[in-house]
């Protein structure tokens, strides 16, 4: 059986996009590549790297060179962003999703646009492509062309982003009531994924809008139709929600200052009070040291009030003790 009778390996879902009639066709999970339409309108094939035949579909499938397959089928883990010839493929940050809810995991979607087709692969699924597949299902008329989806896409993570946002300054709500508190805790432990996650973030989209501008910035003749304009809005939406990230971060970074702060202020507190206490009992320890040495001639070793005196030179070196420590201003 050739390859392009047999079901396309991977397929997660694709759909037909026929934009002057304004509907959208999903094709069957056992399409075939014959079973793709050529005709008018643009497709969305998303497909699952856990297939290892994608990488062979690929390469045969029209229209795509051998660096669009390999960022199709990298198992790279950083953002890019290719113009060639009128396509756009690269590496998008995405947050990874489990069956039946989100996670904050971070995983990356590859990507190709071209003028009739865009083209997904994922590893593990993702939070994003599931949602513009559900916006899809509701209302597939507004979306006129391949780059409008790669657009979704992109606004989707930054959405995402924003939720995260939003519950990450909730939790570091909650830890700074509890670094203020009168009996501070240790919140050290709950603060340290915050704070990876959070930095992670914030250095992937600054590659992210980095690889943004410059492709905004490439020759016209290599951007397909409408990805200058659609540059320009996701650069917008990503630089909004990266001062939220790195305000978060630096909030976050001054919250751990603030812990190790109240921290070392109690250590050097137990410190002092365990200082205080070695020299108010190391007097009487010398004391009881000099009596205790079981030599001949001892003072008091003759008698019966030997214990009280020396229980009495205890006591007084402790005295002298104290008024020497409130002499030099240390106590």
Known sequence: MSAFNSTIPGLVWAYHFKPGHGACTALPIEATRNDLPEDEGFLWLHLSLADMRV????????????????????????????LDDQHVYGTLVDFQRDFDHDTKDIGWLH????????????????????????????????YKQ??????????????????????FTEELNLIEDYVYENAPRDERRR?????????RLHRHLRTILTLMRRAAAADDEDMPM??????????GRLEAV?????????????????????LSSETNRHLYILSIMTAFLLPPSLVTGFFGMNTSSLPFSQGVHGTMFALGFMVLSVAIAWWLLRRTGIF
């Open 55 to 82: 990488a062979g579909f690929l390469e045969n499938y029209p229209g795509l060179n051998s660096q669009a397959v390999a960022a199709l089928t990298t198992h790279d883990t950083h953002a890019a962003i290719t």
């Open 111 to 142: 990507f190709l646009v071209s003028e009739r087709v865009i083209i997904t692969t994922r590893l593990q699924p993702l939070r994003s492509v599931d949602r513009v597949r559900s916006a899809i299902e509701k209302n597939a008329a507004r």
């Open 146 to 167: 391949p780059i409008d989806l790669f657009e979704t896409l992109v606004a989707e993570f930054q959405r995402g982003l924003i939720g995260l946002v939003m519950e």
């Open 191 to 199: 603060l340290a994924p915050v704070r990876r996650t959070v930095v």
């Open 226 to 235: 409408g990805f200058d304009d659609v540059a320009s809005r996701l650069i």
């Open 242 to 262: 990266d001062h939220d990230v790195y305000a978060l971060q630096e909030r976050a970074r001054l919250l751990h200052e603030e812990i190790d702060s109240k």
